[in-house]
T-cell receptor, first 113, second 110 residues
């Protein structure tokens, strides 16, 4: 079955630690995205990548970093510079970028204390 | 001001009722998406449309480009339809970004 996997579903970290969230897709999609969801707010774009070895900042990239070394993988690192890291993080992918349907992973809920 | 506004924010219905969720946007778009998010958090894409109307089972989505408005209808609603429904729009040109509404929480009681 094709799809997007994110692991783990729940992640707990101490303040000051970097943490990496995994996102893998086997849909052969070129574009991948990371979103953050907070209560009462719409999803906000953190980073996106249109092709391997290329990525662009979204609206709220500060305190986050990504890599796109393989087409299937787009890991997100939440660094200690991110002031409010506790949130629900969603990864998505699409065939291309323009007006293509995005497929979402199950999400990772990160809690930093 | 959010460029995508959904109404209502919360909606409670009885099983079997016809449901309408509205989405208004303020900019030109190339596509509009309707998404469903269940309590576990995962999001499923329901529709992507740029004009007219689409139907899938009991779900119908319409869009009026001139009025910058879309509606999602659910016929014969069922408790399993309880979820958050999210509208998202994609700008024109080479803009890859989706702008999301805050979602509508639908609860269908048996």
């Amino acid at each position: 079955d094709g799809g997007i996997t994110q692991s783990p579903k729940y992640l707990f970290r101490k303040e000051g630690q970097n943490v990496t969230l995994s996102c893998e897709q086997n849909l052969n999609h070129d574009a991948m995205y990371w979103y953050r969801q907070d209560p009462g707010q719409g999803l906000r774009l953190i980073y996106y990548s249109q092709i391997v070895n290329d990525f662009q900042k979204g609206d709220i990239a500060e305190g986050y970093s990504v890599s796109r070394e393989k087409k299937e993988s787009f890991p997100l690192t939440v660094t200690s510079a991110q002031k409010n890291p506790t949130a629900f993080y969603l990864c998505a992918s699409s065939i291309g970028g323009r007006a293509y349907e995005q497929y979402f992973g199950p999400g990772t809920r990160l809690t930093v204390t | 001001k959010n460029e995508v506004e959904q109404s209502p924010q919360n909606l409670t219905a009885q099983e079997g009722e016809f449901i309408t969720i509205n989405c208004s946007y303020s900019v030109g778009i190339s596509a509009l998406h309707w998404l469903q998010q269940h309590p576990g958090g995962g999001i499923v894409s329901l529709f992507m449309l740029s004009s007219g109307k689409k139907k899938h089972g009991r779900l119908i989505a319409t869009i009026n480009i001139q009025e910058k408005h879309s509606s999602l209808h659910i016929t014969a609603s069922h408790p399993r339809d309880s979820a958050v429904y999210i509208c998202a729009v994609k700008g024109g040109g080479s803009n890859y970004k989706l702008t999301f509404g805050k979602g509508t929480l639908l609860t269908v009681n048996p």
